[in-house]
């Protein structure tokens, strides 16, 4: 046998937003709809061929896709949105009248990471981000015992990795999905609010990603700090990967109310790029 195997029962994380449940719900997690959603370039066959999953490397990918999502969003609505920030700025924890934002909202996607147990082996290819994976058929001969290796190394060391599977995950294979804290209008009114905190919280391990793709920090050492300081290593909220716990997610308060989701999308991406910036690291 010369690839390498993630045994059936294994646990793996992929990071995605909001707007991607339903769908994924749906069709589970297919290569070419994932790349189209993500808004990247394929580089490689693992790229087109595989889904990425990982550990920390999932809030990564979560952290990036909602990034894109949002930048996209205030662009093409940029009025809308700036003037939504204006009233954010100059009325502090009140919600803005603006009926305009029920149509802006509902494309506003939060980062979430999805958990999934394999229900079959299944095989990994290398994340060529840490390590040089395969590349595209070459004349010479590719040695399959070292591309073996190079993805066992990518995934004990980097927790990060392409399943090369036909059709994809199916969406029977995720178990929950975890979100950060959302918080309200009331929340916000005080720095030191609890739940604002922890929204920070929750921004810090997307950052924790970033710092493992953009420094190479290995990711066992972040979540080995974060789970010391703060005793967990996901998101603080989670819920079921099913149709009920997502019409119970999608009609929380601040997912429901268009002016408070997009509040919520307002926070994380100001403590992201807040807390980024600290590390050096670019968003643009």
Same mark, same amino acid.
């Given at each position: 046998?010369?690839?390498?195997?993630?045994?059936?029962?294994?646990?793996?994380?992929?990071?995605?937003?909001?707007?991607?449940?339903?769908?994924?719900?749906?069709?589970?997690?297919?290569?070419?709809?994932?790349?189209?959603?993500?808004?990247?370039?394929?580089?490689?066959?693992?790229?087109?061929?595989?889904?990425?999953?990982?550990?920390?490397?999932?809030?990564?990918?979560?952290?990036?896709?909602?990034?894109?999502?949002?930048?996209?969003?205030?662009?093409?609505?940029?009025?809308?949105?700036?003037?939504?920030?204006?009233?954010?700025?100059?009325?502090?924890?009140?919600?803005?009248?603006?009926?305009?934002?029920?149509?802006?909202?509902?494309?506003?996607?939060?980062?979430?990471?999805?958990?999934?147990?394999?229900?079959? $082996?299944?095989? %990994?290819? @290398?994340?060529?981000?840490?390590?040089? =994976? /395969?590349?595209?058929?070459?004349?010479?001969?590719?040695? +399959?015992?070292?591309?073996?290796?190079?993805?066992?190394?990518?995934?004990?060391?980097?927790?990060?990795?392409?399943?090369?599977?036909?059709?994809?995950?199916?969406?029977?294979?995720?178990?929950?999905?975890?979100?950060?804290?959302?918080?309200?209008?009331?929340?916000?009114?005080?720095?030191?609010?609890?739940?604002?905190?922890?929204?920070?919280?929750?921004?810090?391990?997307?950052?924790?990603?970033?710092?493992?793709?953009?420094?190479?920090?290995? $990711?066992?050492? %972040?979540? @080995?700090?974060?789970?010391?300081?703060? =005793? /967990?290593?996901?998101?603080?909220?989670?819920?079921?990967? +099913?149709?009920?716990?997502?019409?119970?997610?999608?009609?929380?308060?601040?997912?429901?109310?268009?002016?408070?989701?997009?509040?919520?999308?307002?926070?994380?991406?100001?403590?992201?790029?807040?807390?980024?910036?600290?590390?050096?690291?670019?968003?643009?």
């Amino acid at each position: 046998m010369t690839d390498f195997i993630l045994p059936a029962g294994s646990l793996v994380k992929y990071g995605s937003v909001t707007t991607r449940l339903y769908p994924i719900l749906r069709n589970g997690l297919r290569p070419e709809a994932e790349l189209a959603a993500s808004g990247h370039q394929a580089e490689g066959p693992a790229v087109r061929q595989g889904i990425y999953v990982g550990e920390l490397m999932s809030y990564y990918s979560a952290c990036v896709g909602f990034c894109n999502a949002t930048s996209a969003l205030h662009h093409d609505h940029a009025a809308v949105m700036d003037t939504f920030v204006q009233a954010l700025q100059s009325a502090h924890g009140q919600k803005p009248a603006m009926p305009e934002l029920e149509a802006v909202a509902a494309l506003a996607g939060l980062p979430v990471v999805l958990e999934i147990e394999l229900a079959e $082996p299944c095989v %990994l290819w @290398a994340d060529e981000n840490f390590i040089e =994976g /395969r590349k595209a058929a070459q004349p010479v001969q590719i040695d +399959d015992a070292l591309l073996r290796a190079k993805a066992e190394r990518s995934w004990t060391t980097w927790r990060s990795a392409a399943i090369v599977r036909e059709g994809g995950i199916p969406s029977a294979w995720i178990k929950k999905f975890h979100f950060p804290r959302l918080v309200d209008y009331r929340d916000v009114s005080s720095a030191k609010n609890p739940r604002v905190r922890e929204q920070t919280t929750d921004c810090a391990l997307m950052v924790g990603g970033l710092m493992q793709s953009w420094h190479k920090d290995a $990711p066992a050492e %972040l979540l @080995a700090a974060f789970r010391r300081q703060y =005793g /967990r290593s996901d998101f603080s909220q989670s819920a079921g990967f +099913d149709e009920t716990s997502l019409e119970r997610f999608f009609n929380l308060s601040a997912m429901l109310d268009p002016a408070t989701r997009l509040l919520n999308q307002m926070t994380l991406w100001q403590d992201i790029n807040a807390l980024a910036k600290k590390q050096e690291i670019p968003l643009a």
